[in-house]
């Protein structure tokens, strides 16, 4: 007796992203999960739809700034009190403490510079957008016009997509 091996994942392409939305809502209510959902653009309360869990890219964020902040100040102190001593009023002035205020614009922008370019480094390695990484993306449409959800196969999945609206199913 022949041995068939079903699918491990189940690809239906749609070309609306309300269906795509509406399809994941039905889909989950049903009890089905859901690994991943490609899609050429952001779609509004997706993450939600989906169950996927809060993002902490508030908290890296701010880490990000408190590195940029010690940085800019460690730089302002070095260069005030170290490196170059500046001579206010005629008068030698070797506390940052007091001159702070006039640091105020660097601070600020070195802590927005950190958060900023850290964040996209991050966005790169978490995503796998490095050089020497591997495409991630099972359809080149949907990157141009196509939403894609990829699940895994199991009972009733094939009927439920149809349901739902799925323009192609492609089993993998």
Request: charged letters at 15%.
């Amino acid at each position: 007796m022949a041995h068939t091996e079903s699918p491990a994942l189940v690809r239906a392409l749609f070309t609306d992203d309300d269906v795509v939305l509406s399809a994941v809502k039905t889909l989950r209510d049903k009890g089905h999960s859901i690994s991943e959902v490609y899609s050429p653009f952001p779609i509004h309360g997706l993450d939600k739809a989906m169950g996927l869990k809060e993002t902490r890219l508030a908290i890296a964020s701010f880490i990000y700034g408190l590195i940029g902040l010690t940085v800019a100040i460690l730089i302002t102190w070095y260069m005030m009190n170290s490196n170059w001593a500046m001579d206010i009023g005629g008068k030698p002035s070797m506390s940052w403490g007091k001159n702070m205020p006039s640091f105020v614009p660097t601070m600020f922008e070195l802590t927005v510079f950190f958060a900023a370019h850290l964040m996209v480094w991050t966005y790169f390695i978490v995503n796998k957008l490095y050089p020497g990484a591997e495409a991630q993306n099972p359809d080149p449409r949907t990157t141009d016009d196509h939403f894609m959800i990829e699940m895994p196969a199991g009972k009733g999945v094939i009927p439920a997509l149809k349901a739902a609206g799925a323009i192609e199913i492609i089993e993998a």
